[in-house]
């Protein structure tokens, strides 16, 4: 099941036999650009400080390459990290996968689903991307799905809406 226009994750380190649907091509594209804010404003703190300091922190400016290293690094693996979320409908629960270095795998039960938001920030509406917020029974997890189109997210929140529903009449 993969139509909001993202790729198929065929598998995750934590589960390799479920096939997820993918996120949004373009949520790559929104990670760099908050990479490169980060960048921007960390840079510009750092500079900020050392000319301030003047002599009495010289070692500051040994920070701006260090800033710029570690951003950089950030914005070259977007794609990557873009492409490690993933969601599973699954006939009971929705399992939600995300993460390269640390992956996670969530398993949301659709009857402990009590609200599903659809947010979107500016950079993710620059892109016709949202963002699908779970407020579960569980005060510990509340995954979300980054990066979908706005049409897959309405679609995929309205039919989960449904079947929380359908589960918590049964209860």
């Known amino acids: 099941m ?3 226009g993202g790729e198929a994750t065929t598998s995750t380190p934590l ?5 997820f649907s993918g996120v949004g091509r373009a949520y790559a594209k929104v990670l760099r650009l908050q990479g490169l804010l980060v960048l921007a404003c960390s840079l510009a703190a750092v500079i900020a400080l050392a000319l301030y300091s003047g002599a009495e922190w010289p070692w500051l400016w040994s920070l701006v390459p260090l800033c710029l290293l570690v951003e950089m690094a950030g914005v070259f693996i ?3 990290r873009a492409l490690a979320i993933g969601y599973y409908e699954g006939d009971d629960d929705l399992v939600v ?12 039960p659709y009857g402990r689903m009590q609200q599903l938001v659809v947010a979107s920030g500016p950079f993710l509406r ?10 579960t029974a569980s005060v510990n997890v509340n995954p979300s ?16 809406m449904e079947v929380s529903q359908a589960r918590m009449e049964g209860l």
């Open 145 to 160: 799905i980054p990066g979908l189109p706005v049409g897959e997210a309405e679609r995929l929140r309205a039919r989960l």
């Open 2 to 4: 993969n139509e909001g």
């Open 126 to 135: 620059r892109y016709g991307l949202a963002k699908l917020v779970f407020v």
């Open 15 to 19: 589960s390799p036999t479920i096939t």
């Open 97 to 108: 996968c995300r993460g390269v270095l640390w992956p996670s795998l969530v398993v949301v």
């Open 78 to 80: 977007a794609s990557r």
